[in-house]
Structure formats: structure tokens, C-alpha cells
């Protein structure tokens, strides 16, 4: 069984940082894909940046130059740098990995984290 754990979300004023972490723990042998997702309240639940396992990204457009997408290998761990935050980016935040185990491809969600950008 695998889970995915997300960590670093809070309150931050308009045009602070926060940095996202996620992480996979269970019986897992690769990550092969990464993503951050978001929702805000009344929103569908949109795409804010992916990383491929060869370190490719892509970004929507509306966090591009502000928020980075990276991942370290060694300790499993996807990160989201998130600068220059508006109040418009507070949403709950999720992690998506797509998992190799020994059962097979397994796409896991995190719970969320809730980012709150708000003087």
C-alpha cells in the first residue's frame, strides 16, 4: 500500500513564499511521474506545474516565473517553490506521483495542503 505525504502549506502574506514538499511512503521501486495540482473553493481542481523523471517541467500559465517545480532524486521528494504569492494561488494543493510497485502503475493523491495567501 502507498501513501503520498504533503507538507509545507500555511498562511503567507501577498508576495511571500511557502515551498511544498511531497513524499511517497510504502512499497514503491520508481516515481515516473510528478505533478502539483490545486483547487480553489468553488473551483475545479486545475494543474499547476509537472516534472517528468528526466527533469522536463511545464507550468501553467499563470504561476510561470513564479512558482518551481523540482524533485530530489535521492530522497524521493517532489518540491513546489512557490515566490511572489497572490492571493488568488490560496487553494488546497495536491501531489500526484505516478508509482511503479509491485502490483503495477499506481497513481496516488496526497490530502492536500492548504495554502492561504491573505494580508
Known amino acids: 500500500q502507498v501513501a503520498v505525504v504533503e507538507s509545507g502549506g500555511g498562511l503567507v502574506q501577498p508576495g511571500g513564499s511557502l515551498r511544498l514538499s511531497c513524499v511517497p511512503e510504502?512499497?514503491?521501486?520508481?516515481?515516473?511521474?510528478m505533478g502539483w495540482y490545486r483547487q480553489a473553493p468553488g473551483k475545479q481542481r486545475e494543474l499547476v506545474a509537472k516534472?517528468?523523471?528526466?527533469?522536463?517541467?511545464n507550468y501553467a500559465d499563470g504561476v510561470k516565473g513564479r512558482f518551481t517545480v523540482s524533485r530530489d532524486n535521492a530522497k524521493n521528494t517532489v518540491y513546489l517553490q512557490m515566490n511572489s504569492l497572490k492571493p488568488e494561488d490560496t487553494a488546497v494543493y495536491y501531489c500526484?506521483?505516478?508509482?511503479?510497485?509491485?502490483?503495477?502503475?499506481?497513481?496516488?493523491w496526497g490530502q492536500g495542503t492548504l495554502v492561504t495567501v491573505s494580508s
Open positions: 500526484n506521483l505516478g508509482l511503479g510497485t509491485p502490483e503495477g502503475a499506481f497513481d496516488a
Open positions: 510504502g512499497s514503491f521501486f520508481s516515481i515516473y511521474a
Open positions: 516534472i517528468t523523471s528526466g527533469g522536463s517541467t
